[in-house]
């Protein structure tokens, strides 16, 4: 018999949840939305840092220091192993196999878009996180979500005898068991790592864990570009699955390694009702609410259709294609080089003005290319990609930063769920949304001006505009002690290493 609270015993994916993860995991699906939520009285949103206590086995005095606590160099092979997997199963590998089923761009989308939008199970998950325990909780989820990769490999495997709308149609359905379970168990994942990590480091920890993420995300797509071809087999997206399941299997080895950490006694016996309209008009989360929902907006379809771009209108194929995009994984790693202790020491507000400005730039190049105003140049493609990848980079950190920074530290959990739950939710539409207008422009056909207006054309036209609104949202954020703009630049252009490059610009 599995003892409830005796985490050791599971042993690799033998027994990847109990029957209490496993009853927690139902309840949340069968009962969202409790009318009672654990968070203390709601008077104290503003003012609740110093209740803050944290009760934890090692983590403790190293967080006190300021230091990272023993073990966490786990997180780090865990964010690696899990990245080697879900880049397999919610990127272009997957998007790519969807296409050779003849999905349509709203498919796409739909495919896309279900991982975000299915994180809105973090409001009802958010009641059972303190209860549960952080890693408990969270280890339940990726467990089970590997159970669905494994599942996923054996569709490609039923081209001989399933029509290519029943496989897309099956492929869905695992996708939803997959992004729900993934969906659910991330509520505990931002509040565990903000319990863990000092604040005067959180901009070190997520510098180190982006890089993590982005050289297995690279490595990831290196295996698949080689392993799929020109024009691959079904039998070779089974094994490219296979793959991503294993991978995620080791990850689960690192994340119960990773150091726990209570949540405070009170959290967990509270049954006031969440005041979620409190929290959302608490300024400094309202206006980087908001900055975030248009940044998702804007970038939610942005991974998924740069790809469909090169496949329909370049005519660029598979194993190009990925190598393509693993350029974007070297931008994202980049930014470990270009950022390192920056986001700590200035802030997050000039870091997301200056990554949201050369994003406009980037989409600029890449309606241009749509438009046939610029040649199709491999080695332009290239470089978009590979500063997609770092600013993107440099926005994710900037937001997550800046939301540990300003959320107070009494419902903590519930502040990140409803943050993760509107971005995330903007993440899943926004696809879908692109996706329907792509469809709709392609029905209209082209027409010729100083640009071609296509399909593509107008789809990075919408995100442009959609990056003007977003930089609006950014100038309006709340963070005191951020550096302005411009000593951000004179920092990363003029005093830091990388001002060796300015020698050979053109004078």
């Not at 196999?97 to 999905?103: I, P, Q, R």
């Amino acid at each position: 018999m599995i003892v409830a609270g005796d985490l050791d015993r599971f042993e690799f994916v033998a027994a990847l949840i109990d029957f209490y993860d496993f009853i927690v995991m139902a309840r949340i699906i069968s009962d969202p939305f409790p009318l009672e939520i654990r968070l203390l009285s709601n008077h104290n949103l503003r003012n609740s840092s110093s209740h803050l206590t944290r009760d934890s086995i090692n983590a403790t005095a190293a967080t006190e220091k300021g230091a990272f606590p023993p073990g966490m160099g786990n997180a780090y092979l865990f964010a690696t192993f899990n990245a080697l997997s879900f880049q397999i199963i919610i990127n272009s590998p997957m998007v790519l196999y969807a296409k050779s089923l003849g999905a349509t761009a709203t498919v796409l989308g739909i495919i896309v878009g279900m991982m975000p939008l299915l994180v809105i199970f973090q409001i009802p998950a958010a009641h059972y996180v303190a209860r549960v325990g952080y890693r408990r909780f969270v280890y339940a989820g990726w467990g089970t979500r590997v159970m669905f990769i494994f599942a996923m490999a054996l569709v490609p495997l039923t081209s001989a005898f399933l029509a290519s709308a029943t496989q897309i149609s099956l492929l869905l359905l695992l996708l939803f068991g997959f992004n729900l379970s993934r969906g659910i168990s991330s509520a505990g994942w931002l509040p565990w790592i903000t319990a863990l990590v000092p604040g005067d480091i959180r901009g070190k920890y997520l510098v180190r864990d982006a890089a993590s993420v982005n050289l297995a995300s690279f490595v990831a797509f290196l295996l698949a570009a080689f392993w799929l071809g020109r024009s691959p087999q079904p039998w070779r997206f089974s094994v490219l699955f296979v793959f991503s399941a294993v991978a995620g299997s080791t990850s689960l080895v690192f994340l119960k390694r990773i150091p726990d950490i209570e949540a405070p006694p009170e959290h967990r016996v509270s049954n006031v009702p969440v005041p979620w309209l409190e929290m959302l008009a608490f300024p400094p989360f309202r206006k980087l609410v908001k900055t975030a929902v248009a940044w998702s907006f804007a970038y939610g379809g942005v991974a998924a259709f740069t790809v469909a771009f090169l496949k329909v209108q370049i005519g660029m194929p598979e194993r190009t294609i990925l190598l393509v995009n693993s350029l974007f994984f070297v931008g994202g790693l980049s930014s470990l080089w270009l950022l390192g202790h920056r986001l700590d020491h200035f802030g997050s507000k000039p870091v997301l003005t200056f990554s949201i400005f050369i994003w406009m730039l980037i989409v600029s190049g890449w309606g241009l290319v749509a438009g046939k105003v610029l040649p199709f140049n491999l080695g332009l493609i290239l470089a978009l990609h590979f500063f997609m990848g770092l600013f993107a980079a440099l926005v994710s950190m900037g937001n997550t930063r800046l939301v540990m920074a300003v959320v107070p530290a009494m419902g903590r959990d519930h502040f990140f769920a409803m943050f993760s739950v509107m971005t995330n939710v903007m993440l899943g539409v926004s696809p879908i949304i692109w996706g329907l207008l792509i469809d709709a422009v392609r029905s209209l056909g082209t027409w010729r001006q100083a640009i071609e207006w296509n399909q593509f054309t107008v789809f990075f036209a919408g995100v442009l505009a959609a990056l003007f609104v977003t930089l609006y949202f950014v100038r309006r954020l709340e963070e005191p002690q951020a550096a302005s703009v411009e000593q951000f630049l004179h920092d990363v252009l003029i005093q830091s290493p990388q001002r060796v490059f300015l020698r050979f610009w053109p004078r």
